[in-house]
Nanobody
Framework: EVQLVESGGGSVQPGGSLRLSCETS????????MFWVRQAPGKRFEWVSS????????YYADSVKGRFTISRDNAKSTVYLTLNSLKTEDTAMYYC????????????RGQGTQVTVSS
């Protein structure tokens, strides 16, 4: 059974930082590119970042480039997202995903961790 468990969310002030983690099991993590996506209330899923299976290539949405950093530890089957210089518009539920149909298939993503940025 595939499992993706996110953690590390919370409430922070603008300019603050968080580190999200996603522990996975049930598939060969080291062979799979991973994604972080987010969904704000009433909005569609937004792709945030991706990382190749070996961690050598990373990609970011323009809205987070320079502020967020994706990384992975294949020995721990865990992917991370470090969020710096947070803005109120970063408020959303953050999910890790291992397949590209994360917006239509809940089994392709975890349960999410809430990030709230407010003063």
């Amino acid at each position: 059974e595939v499992q993706l468990v996110e953690s590390g969310g919370g409430s922070v002030q603008p300019g603050g930082s968080l580190r999200l983690s996603c522990e996975t099991s049930g598939f060969t993590f080291r062979k799979i590119a991973m994604f972080w996506v987010r969904q704000a209330p009433g909005k569609r899923f937004e792709w945030v970042s991706s990382i190749s299976n070996d961690g050598s290539q990373t990609y970011y949405a323009d809205s987070v480039k320079g502020r967020f950093t994706i990384s992975r530890d294949n020995a721990k089957s865990t992917v991370y997202l470090t969020l710096n210089s947070l803005k109120t518009e970063d408020t959303a539920m953050y999910y890790c995903a291992y397949r590209g149909d994360y917006d239509s298939n809940p089994e392709s993503r975890g349960q999410g961790t809430q990030v709230t940025v407010s003063s």
